[in-house]
């Protein structure tokens, strides 16, 4: 083999992997760093939603909070929500529906990270809240989600 034909396999296949990522609508860069910056109000509750994982990146996840559907995931992005203090359920629609019932109190900051499993006919995923310094990491790491909420 040439290398030019190994160059031109390797083109078409690096085209095809760029191709198999999830595209999910993407918040401003304002918002993201703000985000990031991890201040919440003392009246408030702060909930992040992550998945750090490129693993089943071509599969969008959907994402709601009490039962209101905020919008998607993709590879290496997250959601931030600043919400009244009390109960409140995330769900993670895949293959699965993976729920997780968190009781936010004022001032606080709660991370979920949202995990990808191999499903029978599509990906799956498992919701697991995680510690500050883990859930800070994480969503370090990836590039804010526009949420419908």
């Keep these: 083999m040439s290398i030019r034909s190994v160059f031109a396999v390797i083109s078409v296949l690096w085209v095809m992997l760029l191709g198999g990522c999830a595209s999910v609508p993407m918040d401003s860069m304002s918002s993201d760093s703000e985000s ?11 909930i992040y939603v992550y998945r750090n994982e490129t693993f089943g990146g071509a599969i969008p996840m959907t994402v709601a909070l009490n039962g209101r559907v905020a919008g998607q995931t993709g590879p290496k992005t997250y959601f931030h929500w600043v919400v009244d203090p009390g109960r409140h359920e995330i769900s993670s629609i895949t293959e699965n529906t993976s729920t997780l019932v968190i009781d936010t109190q004022p001032g606080e900051s709660y991370y979920i990270w949202q995990e990808v499993k191999m499903g029978l ?12 310094p883990t859930g800070q990491a994480g969503v370090l790491e990836c590039k804010k989600a526009h949420s419908n909420l």
């Excluded at 990031?36 to 702060?46: H, L």
């Excluded at 006919?121 to 500050?132: F, K, P, Y």
């Design 121 to 132: 006919w599509m990906a799956r995923s498992l919701l697991q809240q995680v510690d500050t």
């Design 36 to 46: 990031k910056q991890f201040i919440v109000p003392a009246d408030k509750s702060s």
